[in-house]
């Protein structure tokens, strides 16, 4: 009785020597593709890139002296924006991104406008009024450095 395993769309016999010769090739070829192909820091943060095609960025960004204090409907929000910058790698599509509030009164950000390249262009906005604040978020986006 002949075993097939599947793997990604492959389907490979299981069965014999020479047959698990082309499973462990099929195998060790998925795996592959898995491997990390670099990584790295700069200014802007840190990234990990797989040979697959995907990316992850993270990093942290602080912002001193925060007014939050524009009445708009039931919230405040500041007057500009505020730029987070750009990725540390470039995405080949805007990627998905979280944001984690680590430091500074609770505050929310509108419209993050992330790009491929920037992380984030946008307002904060607040449940109370908050002056001369200093807020750290921290980043996480993961996206494709290059299609596969």
Not at 9 to 16: A, E, I, P, R, Y
Not at 28 to 43: C, F, R, V
Not at 88 to 104: C, K, L, M
Request: glycine share 8%; proline share 3%.
């Amino acid at each position: 009785m002949n075993e097939s395993i599947k793997i990604k769309d492959k389907f490979v016999d299981s069965t014999g020597v020479v047959h698990n010769k082309e499973l462990l090739s099929v195998i060790l070829e998925e795996l592959n593709k898995d491997k990390i192909y670099n990584s790295g820091t700069n200014s802007s943060g840190s990234w990990i890139k797989w040979e697959n095609g995907i990316m992850i960025c993270f990093g942290k960004k602080t912002f001193e002296n925060v007014d939050v204090r524009n009445h708009w409907g039931n919230v405040f929000e500041t007057a500009d924006k505020f730029n987070f910058g750009s990725f540390p790698q470039e995405f080949t599509d805007t990627p998905s991104v979280g944001f984690n509030q680590i430091e500074g009164g609770t505050v929310y950000l509108e419209a993050p406008g992330t790009t491929s390249t920037r992380i984030a262009d946008t307002w904060f906005m607040s449940p109370v009024e908050r002056s001369n604040n200093t807020i750290t978020f921290t980043y996480f986006a993961i996206g494709f450095w290059e299609q596969r």
